[in-house]
RNA sequence: GGAGGGAUGGCUGAGCGGCUGAAAGCGGCGGUUUGCUAAACCGUUAUACGGUGUAAAGCCGUAUCGGGGGUUCGAAUCCCCCUCCCUCCGCCA
């Protein structure tokens, strides 16, 4: 959500800011609402004030025995008034509402301009791709063949999209995530948490998922299965004041997460790329905003470092405006490299969205009170990242350790949480 | 699922329909006292919005006692609905 009190003072920078996201100048627009908002806030006030000083008189004369007939007739005129001005509040307001929750966050300016990923920037490319004496195959040629991936069961079970894994891969998922979480809480100070699925309307409108993207989460009878743990984490800070010593929170969870894909309908079909579930290891920061810039590089690097753990190659990109999500401000994507499919594959989103999220959550932290300085609230800022897919981590692994007869090498790192199997092979 | 009880400021906890943005205590901050610390004492201490002013502060006002509606000239206080928490019973782990 945006700050209306940054658009009364800089309009100019707000249209300049959505316009880079394609979308038409909205700052007069607004403003010409809230001028009429505020107008209207301000006459209702003075009635109020009116109403208020009645009912004291009345209180006095009516203790005094007096007569309070002109004060009630007051009263009553001022009542009706009232509730017109407050019905024309409540609209203008709603109106307001609508337009700021709308509209998506304003790129930080070093975000490039675009229209779509080929206008990303590559920040840099890490990695030697793997060199093949033979055509490397895609992860569900492999899985399939070694009798641990099906496809076709899942799909009896529910429907397109799902996969089961069995002996060695579904371990292996598991090793991954447990990885993941482990390098995240034990070198980056990462506090590991065990969050909600299911969440309420609140939660969801919080991150930014509710009101304009509905359809791409599944809904039950009375909660939203989270598209990823996000959700669940930045609203740990909904509807609360933390002191700023408690800055920054960092936190991370493997969960499974839920998507519609509603409008990918056709696209990426085969395997496990697109899933209507997945697990993915999340990061999520809550920081002052002076330290978010920092804190994007940090989770960035704490992201890779999975992939130059695991010896993944991957590339970096700079989302270009076109491309970037709706909450953030900006975004970096870590882009796998999968020799079955001979591209680089989205497998990590790292984003900050400054105070887009804590302003709709109404997360605040609470400046010390020091000498002649008052304590203030304010906003915080917020970021989540992958850190990584997981099912997308084990495509690569599989995709990048392939061998000519089908078998899978272990990554090193993972010998130990795979229980000390160095390779997975048809049994 | 059934029956009760509850939700008040950072925390604990009062609150008769008007004099309650809200007693009291604790905590926090500032000060006095003190060789230092402690104690004691004095003062101060919610959030959001509007207006004014602006470098900031300040000042004036409005709203907020879980959320939403209602009754009333006037609601923390009365009525209705919802949410959450607690206790007991049942059910399932």
New binding site residues.
């Given amino acids: 959500m945006h700050d209306?009190?940054w658009i009364r003072e800089y309009p100019d920078q707000f249209d300049a800011a959505l316009g880079k996201r394609g979308l038409d100048p909205q700052a007069s627009i607004i403003l010409s609402l809230?001028?009429k908002?505020?107008?209207t806030?301000?006459e209702?006030?003075?009635l109020?004030?009116r109403?208020?000083?009645?009912?004291?008189?009345?209180?006095?004369v009516?203790?005094q025995g007096q007569d309070?007939t002109a004060?009630?007739?007051?009263?009553?005129a001022?009542?009706s008034r009232?509730?017109v001005l407050e019905e024309q509040e409540?609209t203008f307001k709603e109106h307001l509402q609508t337009i700021l929750t709308t509209l998506p966050n304003c790129p930080k300016d070093d975000v490039p301009f675009g229209k779509n990923e080929t206008d990303n920037k590559t920040m840099r490319v890490v990695g030697d791709l793997p060199k093949f004496s033979f055509d490397p195959r895609q992860h569900f040629d492999l899985g399939e063949a070694l009798g641990l991936m099906d496809f076709d069961q899942a799909a009896v079970i529910s429907g397109s999209r799902f996969v089961i894994l069995k002996g060695a891969l579904a371990k292996l998922e598991r090793a991954l995530a447990q990885f993941m979480l482990d390098t995240h809480t034990e070198r980056f100070g990462y506090t590991e948490a065990s969050v909600p699925l299911l969440v309420?309307d609140n939660s969801m409108f919080g991150t930014g998922q509710l009101p304009k993207f509905a359809e791409d989460s599944f809904k039950t009878q009375s909660h939203w299965l989270i598209a990823t743990s996000e959700i669940s984490m930045t609203n740990f800070l909904a509807q609360k004041?933390v002191e700023e010593s408690d800055l920054p929170l960092r936190y991370t969870a493997c969960t499974p997460c839920f998507r519609s894909e509603a409008g990918s309908a056709g696209k990426d079909t085969r395997g496990m790329l697109r899933q209507h579930q997945f697990y993915k290891v999340e990061l999520v920061s809550l920081t002052h905003p002076d330290q978010s810039d920092a804190e994007l590089e940090r989770m960035a690097n704490a992201a890779e470092t999975i992939l130059q753990e695991l010896k993944l190659p991957y590339r970096v990109q700079l989302l270009c405006t076109g491309d970037m999500g709706f909450q953030s401000r900006k975004t970096y994507d870590l882009e796998v490299w999968l020799p079955g499919q001979n591209l680089y594959r989205e497998i990590s989103s790292c984003s900050t969205c400054g105070d887009f999220q804590a302003r709709r959550m109404n997360g605040?932290f609470?400046t010390?009170?020091?000498?002649?300085q008052?304590?203030?609230?304010?906003f915080v800022h917020t970021l989540n990242g992958s850190g990584l897919a997981v099912g997308r981590t084990l495509i690569a692994v599989l995709e990048n350790y392939q061998q000519e007869d089908g078998s899978i090498r272990i990554p090193d790192v993972l010998v130990s949480y795979m229980g000390g199997l160095k390779e997975i092979r048809k049994s």
Wanted: cysteine-free.
């Fill in positions: 209306i009190k809230d001028e908002h505020r107008a806030i301000t209702m006030q003075d109020q004030q109403r208020n000083d009645v009912a004291k008189e009345m209180g006095r009516k203790s309070a004060l009630i007739e007051e009263g009553t001022l009542k009232l509730a409540r309420n004041i605040r609470r010390p009170e020091t000498g002649g008052k304590s203030k609230t304010q």
